[in-house]
């Protein structure tokens, strides 16, 4: 799928009607969601035929544009059961069914999930203004996960802290920025005076070490096996 395409899928996905302010939620728009998605996909292939979870899903930006690519089943958390819903009715909204499933869930106890294994995760933490500290636990999350490779965008203004925590105490194996890129940020809150502010963001690509991340291999192995039983037991596909 080429870009403009995939663009083109993504750009009447629903903004949050009532975006809360603790939560830091600001729209992911299509244009930096579908670019992140496509540079993952076209120069790594970590989309098309890899579990994905997108962590902080929002209204499911990133969840669709990883199911439109390819992903046979992503996984799209949330800690706001009203985020979730606009993210389910933007879903629902495409004429063949998303492999997503939508969870309900706080970062902070992502731990307690231990089913929940991935090839791949997306995200778009909060930057951390409101919520101190949200985007080093998003990233902290996203490792316990034992994925092969972690992508995300943050303030670009935060990246020697990120490369430093991410490597010397999460004990990814690599961390890299693969591209500066512009988050247009709508005004979307009483406070905000300006139509709009551009925002410096970083796309980072994360590695864990090979045995973490063969661990969570063979973890998604098991997954997928799981699935596909799942799938075989369903009416009508015998």
Not at 123 to 147: E, I, R, Y
């Amino acid at each position: 799928m080429k870009l403009k395409e995939l663009h083109a899928l993504m750009q009447d996905i629903e903004p949050f009607a009532q975006p809360k302010v603790q939560l830091e939620q600001y729209p992911t728009g299509a244009d930096i969601a579908s670019r992140m998605l496509y540079t993952i996909e076209s120069m790594f292939n970590d989309i098309e035929g890899n579990i994905v979870v997108d962590l902080g899903t929002g209204t499911g930006m990133l969840a669709i544009g990883a199911a439109l690519l390819g992903s046979p089943c992503v996984v799209a958390l949330d800690v706001d059961a009203d985020a979730l819903q606009v993210a389910q009715d933007n879903c629902e909204q495409f004429e063949d069914p998303l492999p997503i499933d939508f969870v309900l869930c706080d970062v902070n106890q992502l731990q307690q999930q231990q089913r929940l294994q991935a090839d791949t995760v997306i995200m778009n933490p909060p930057f951390g203004t409101k919520m101190k500290g949200a985007d080093m636990a998003f990233l902290q999350a996203a490792c316990s996960l034992g994925p092969k490779q972690i992508y995300s965008l943050n303030k670009s203004s935060t990246r020697s802290h990120i490369q430093k925590a991410a490597l010397k105490e999460l004990g990814c194996s690599s961390a890299e920025v693969l591209a500066e890129l512009r988050y247009n940020l709508p005004a979307t809150m009483r406070f905000h005076k300006q139509a709009s502010v551009d925002i410096e963001v970083d796309l980072w690509r994360f590695e864990l070490p090979a045995a973490a991340a063969a661990a969570g291999a063979a973890a998604v192995k098991k997954m997928k096996r799981m699935t596909n039983r799942m799938m075989l037991d369903l009416p009508g596909q015998r």
